[in-house]
């Protein structure tokens, strides 16, 4: 069989910039139908562009510069709703009944055939632009040089909520004990500065909808799934540029990257 010779120097880039403004628009709203969700009236947009989140197309020590660099991936389609991630969360890290370090979203889909109803776990995604850190005037909240977890000295929070205004992703609330915001820190205070392994949420999921680990390890469960190339894999919110370390993907069984579980070394 005969094929026209390609000219592969002159071939047309096949990126989101060369999609007509129709394709882009129906790309869009599919994309928001499926996965678009509402909380706290600002919409979380997870559509995802790779090359955004796919460390082999930038220098690495600059995706990565943290030791260890903590993430957590949540692999949608796992989580049941169970609420043992928010239960742990608030047990081990004093979190008063109002307030919260990770929720859960819920979005129904009644057109949808079979599974009409999906959850999506949210927390603070840990950026390396880190809004709230820019925005804060007291330098409360501030991004840890070592771990890259973003972290608040309640000290010196005077509970302006400029943070809470800035954060793109509703991640934090305001602590009335304290008069100061919190917000999820990795379990840093609490397990990580203790020698733990996981957050308390991802130790306790009974079905492995959160992992967590350390992204700038090629041998981490986190780096793997982060870099496959088999699902899709997304952030929210891409175009504020917050560059965050909670990265999302499809999943409806737990292989083959792990356990249904990861460790129990609580």
Known sequence: MDFNKIDLDN?????????????????????LMITGLFAGGKILSVVSKVDEVFASTVNFAEQYPYKPHYSMVIREGLCIDCQRCMVAC?????VPEYGWRTRILEKI??????????????????????PCVRACPTKASYKDQRTGIVRIESKKCIGCKACMLACPYDAR?????????????????SRLSKGKKLTACAAVCPTGARI????????NVVYKMVHQIEREVWVLRPAVGTKPNVFYMKATNPSPWSLRRQPDIR
Not at 11 to 31: H, I, Q
Not at 177 to 183: G, Q
């Open 11 to 31: 071939l047309k880039e096949e990126s989101l910039d060369n999609v007509s403004g129709l394709e882009r628009r129906n790309f869009l709203k599919m994309g």
């Open 90 to 94: 608030h047990k081990t890290n004093n």
């Open 212 to 219: 967590f680990g350390d992204i700038s390890d090629p041998n």
């Open 173 to 189: 609330y305001f602590n009335e004990e304290k008069h100061a915001v919190d917000k999820c820190d990795f379990c840093y205070e």
């Open 109 to 130: 889909t009644p057109d949808a055939i079979g599974r009409k109803r999906g959850f999506m776990p949210i927390l603070c995604n840990q950026c390396n632009n880190p």
